[in-house]
T-cell receptor, first 113, second 112 residues
């Protein structure tokens, strides 16, 4: 059973470009979470999604960031018009049900030049 | 904000038990204690969780005090690969969200 998959593992963007980060949850998991880890800082929750629904987006910046988890395909975290402060590691996690332990992917490291 | 307090760092000799403490004095009756760890640059890894009874799995043991205000994660025979940041998280059962709130954790350095 493959674990949580994230791609790309490394992404380089110039200021003003768009970044798309993909997350494929573990088989049978219908809950996806995105977390961000800024350099030398802790992990911060961003958003919690179930299939086709955003359940909690309290950690998402108000502008430029969006997330989706369509009925088919991976979850996407989209960052429009990236700025240098968006440089971070973005981790996705999945769980089969509410309040089960979350399994994390290897992360996508975004560098904004 | 995180509802737990952990030491910033700890050392442990390889092959010895590593005991990582966590204070959660404001824990509510419906909140579980979860432990995760993050090995450098990797995604966090679930270790164990418990409500009020002591728990053990293939990775570690979790000892929760009777008043539930503190707990200790025990790695019985630490190896160099256990060097990581260990996070203690309290998490409610039920409610509107399922997010994990990470604090600063404890950097465990296992020494050869």
């Amino acid at each position: 059973n493959a674990g949580v998959m994230q791609n790309p593992r490394h992404l380089v963007r110039r200021r003003g470009q768009e970044a798309r980060l993909r997350c494929s949850p573990m088989k049978g998991h219908s809950h996806v979470y995105w977390y961000r880890q800024l350099p030398e800082e802790g992990l911060k929750f961003m958003v919690y999604l179930q299939k086709e629904n955003i359940i909690d987006e309290s950690g998402m910046p108000k502008e430029r960031f969006s997330a989706e988890f369509p009925k088919e395909g991976p979850s996407i975290l989209r960052i429009q018009q990236v700025v240098r402060g968006d440089s971070a590691a973005y981790f996705c996690a999945s769980s089969p049900l509410d309040y089960n332990e979350q399994f994390f992917g290897p992360g996508t490291r975004l560098t904004v030049l | 904000d995180a509802k737990t307090t952990q030491p910033t760092s700890m050392d442990c000799a390889e092959g010895r038990a590593a005991n990582l403490p966590c204070n959660h004095s404001t824990i509510s009756g419906n909140e579980y204690v979860y432990w995760y760890r993050q090995i450098h640059s990797q995604g966090p890894q679930y270790i164990i969780h418990g409500l009020k009874n002591n728990e053990t799995n293939e990775m570690a043991s979790l000892i929760i005090t009777e008043d539930r205000k503190s707990s200790t994660l025990i790695l019985p025979h630490a190896t160099l690969r256990d060097t990581a940041v260990y996070y203690c998280i309290v998490r409610p059962l039920g409610g509107a969200t399922n997010k994990l709130i990470f604090g600063t954790g404890t950097l465990l350095a296992v020494q050869p």
